[in-house]
């Protein structure tokens, strides 16, 4: 079924709607909802919209989720002009869908695009695919516990031409994916790999910015990880003095005495979930220190009994607990709690809201699919 309606010009979004004749049964759709996995299934539809430097946005369309066709010569494929973002649809119990801080992730796109000289994205455009998308895909939102359905705006330079500039047309796509646990074995604590030969940013680069390049950069020293035994790699600021964030999640120290410490610098990304666990954290008098981190006061808070926990948190893996820290000249074998690890807790009020179980006293929650 097509609904054909005007192209937009202006914020009144008037949507294509194309719906997928070939949408997976209920039975499929179940079978995989009951063991998502992460990153691995998509749903039914996707979302499209076309920037030209003439037209600026138009052609907002939802249509069956497959392959975008693209130029061999399409800027993105040889200068990495491109942009994403994370965030997580959530159903409540009396069956509606929510989605969390959506706000955040579409200003933080806005900020991507602009270091990547790609179009900024309305912040109202963002927030109505993610409508739109749910409209359609609604029942792709899983009702387990602690499942969810992942989604994915992403945005790259599509123009075919092959000279270093910024392209003149760009398209903004959404799809989505049903999700269970980031890491495989769900929320045990994980060892990460310290990396002291790769780093992730430099000053002045784009370590702010989500964008594809850095995820690119990240992998041999993701793999070192592997090889390792751990999840998940440290990387270090370009002094290797300070700490930065892991691959993909920020990371944060406790203190005995109720101290979050986290790393503040401009070649980190600016993590919703942090900023959302560092206010919960505020709200029960914990106090917070965002200032640059070096990993010396990691290894000499736990030999001294300072520093009781530390944790990765990000979308993906809401909060996990870090059970080691292993690099070529170091060792941090964090302590066992003596009670329950602050981590779990905060994880525990963080996701006790995204899936309406308790008030929602900051109103970070939207409703998607009303
Ligand atoms: N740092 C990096 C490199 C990430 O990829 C992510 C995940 O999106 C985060 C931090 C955490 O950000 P957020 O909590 O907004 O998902
Ligand atoms: C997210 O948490 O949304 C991310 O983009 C991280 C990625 C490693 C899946």
Redesign the pocket.
Known sequence: MTINLLPMATPDLLWQVTRNDAAKSAEARAAILADPGFGKHFTDHMVDICWSEKGGWHRPRVQPYGPISLDPAAAVLHYAQEVF???KAYRHADGSIWTFRPE??AA?MQRSAKRLALPELPVEYFLESLKQLIAVDGDWVPTAPETSLYLRPFMFAKEAFLGVRPAAKVNYYLIASPAGAYFTGGVTPVAIWLSTQYA?AGKGGTGAA?TGG??AS?LVAQAEAYDHGCAQVLFLDGSGTYLE??????VVLVTKDGRLITPESDS?????????VLQLGRDRGLKVEQRPVPLQEWVDGVASGEIVEAFA?????VLTPISELKGEHVSIVMPEPSGERVSMSLRQELTDIQYGRVPDRHNWLMRLDA
């Open positions: 973002e994370g965030l955040a992730n933080r992730r989500k850095n995820y990240s964030e892991l691959g993909g999640m920020n980190i990304l600016e993590g919703i979930t942090l900023d959302s948190c990000g979308t993906a893996a």
